[in-house]
């Protein structure tokens, strides 16, 4: 609001007040939400400052050797208006509803597909293997490869995951989109691992190169997002948070302890490095998402069919 003051014009001296020992107040501000983004701004900066609240109203103090540096700051922030957020039109983007029926349809196939395991010799048609996908031209095994796995807690840690990531994803892109966009993660993750650990032999099985490309189109659509949004002069870049916390997750959980040698660490980064490119480019058109979204049903019979004519591929061949 052009109305609204940054910080009250007059800063009580430190006779005012308690203030620490080579401290000495730089801004005053009308409510503690102004204070701490004045605060970032300091901090930002390297420097630490003190909340001192003082009738009705809250004072920043600092060392006092740095005093003029930061007041500087401060005053630049306050001629830019609202703690040197650049005013605008904000960036808006939909939200989408999400289809609580893709969620338990994606649960049981994979449940289906693991109990078909047990006694069919699905496995070993099924996964990634490296020199089969390139010199025999079996690319199927990139997607059927993701409805395999190999015990009940590897299952039950892809369905839980796959579907947290999901419903991020399907408020916007839609539910329907959104599984064919996981599927075209993890199947291009597959198939990039693969080229990687070529022309050695290479096995590997698990909807996680999927999962890890839904965590990947997360963090290429905050990506996006992010470099909407006005930039601040004196905070760390917008687009940083998403990609911190995208890598934050990806080596919290696609990494694991170093000692299982069972964790397909390759495939994992090759399934995030592929979803967020996808989730970047993707995010540019969430307008053609939305009008998409009215033929969910159709989107998502899609994804279906594709995992269909991969086993059938796969048992055919």
């Known amino acids: 609001m052009a109305s609204e003051k940054n910080a009250v014009s007059v800063v009580p001296g430190p006779e005012d007040f308690n203030v620490p020992e080579g401290w000495c107040p730089v801004a005053v501000y009308a409510t503690t939400q102004q204070a701490h983004e004045a605060g970032l701004a300091i901090l930002a900066m390297g420097q630490a400052y003190w909340l001192q609240p003082h009738e009705d109203s809250y004072i920043i103090c600092v060392a006092e050797s740095k005093l003029a540096d930061i007041h500087r700051e401060l005053e630049v922030m306050q001629r830019m208006g609202r703690h040197s957020i650049p005013r605008g039109k904000p960036v808006s983007h939909a939200v989408l509803d999400c289809s609580g029926w893709s969620f338990l349809l994606y649960a049981l196939l994979l449940s289906a597909c693991y109990a078909a395991q047990s006694f069919l010799p699905i496995q070993s048609v099924g996964r990634v293997d490296a020199v089969r996908m390139l010199e025999g031209g079996e690319w199927w095994r990139a997607l059927t490869a993701l409805t395999l796995h190999g015990d009940v807690v590897h299952l039950a840690s892809n369905v839980v995951a796959g579907i947290g990531f999901a419903f991020l994803l399907a408020r916007f892109f839609g539910a329907g989109a959104a599984w064919l966009l996981i599927l075209f993660s993890g199947v291009a993750g597959n ?58 997750l990806l080596g919290l959980l696609g990494i694991g302890d170093g000692l299982d040698m069972r964790v397909d660490v390759a495939a994992h980064l090759s399934g995030f490095l592929c979803g967020g490119l996808l989730g970047f480019v993707c995010a540019t058109r969430q307008a053609a998402f939305v009008r998409l979204d009215r033929y969910g049903r159709w989107v998502g019979l899609l994804t279906l069919t594709l995992v269909g004519l991969a086993w059938l591929l796969a048992l055919t061949a």
């Open 191 to 248: 198939a990039l691992n693969a080229w990687v650990h070529y022309p050695e032999a290479h096995l590997s099985i698990g909807a996680s190169t999927a999962v890890f490309g839904a965590l990947g189109l997360i963090t290429g659509v905050g990506l996006w997002i992010a470099l909407l949004q006005p930039a601040e002069r004196w905070t760390m870049p917008r687009w940083l948070l998403p990609a911190f916390g995208g890598l934050t």
